[in-house]
Nanobody, 122 residues
Framework: VQLQAYGGGLVQPGGSLRLSCAASGSIFSINAMGWYRQAPGKRRELVADITSGGSTDYADSVKGRFTISRDNAKNTVYLQMNSLKPEDTAVYYC?????????????????WGQGTQVTVSS
């Protein structure tokens, strides 16, 4: 299962960006989808995640500013980022976990997207 992320870029403080991440392959079901980020010199951290039923969880640093959503029919997860701050600058990675089948029994997968750079600077 492959993940392709889109939507990063350069934005001024207070601006907005929307990230998208589409999963493809012989997907049977996707349970959790999420976004992580890694700033230079720091560990990768969870930004937000969402279950197939729509339950969400956010890092305290982004609550009230970021919104995660997903389109199950398209196997796609989104991250709407508003009121961006310089400290949001990082490479953002999407993640998905679920099950796939290549014609045999179901197998679990956990996949990462390639990362997309978000830079918040004036």
């Amino acid at each position: 299962v492959q993940l392709q992320a889109y939507g990063g870029g350069l934005v001024q403080p207070g601006g907005s960006l929307r990230l998208s991440c589409a999963a493809s392959g012989s997907i049977f079901s996707i349970n959790a989808m999420g976004w992580y980020r890694q700033a230079p010199g720091k560990r990768r951290e969870l930004v937000a995640d969402i279950t197939s039923g729509g339950s969400t969880d956010y890092a305290d640093s982004v609550k009230g500013r970021f919104t995660i959503s997903r389109d199950n029919a398209k196997n796609t997860v989104y991250l709407q980022m508003n009121s961006l701050k310089p400290e949001d600058t990082a490479v953002y990675y999407c993640n998905a976990q679920g099950y796939y089948s290549d014609g045999g029994p179901l197998r679990h997968f956990g996949s990462w997207g390639q990362g997309t750079q978000v830079t918040v600077s004036s």
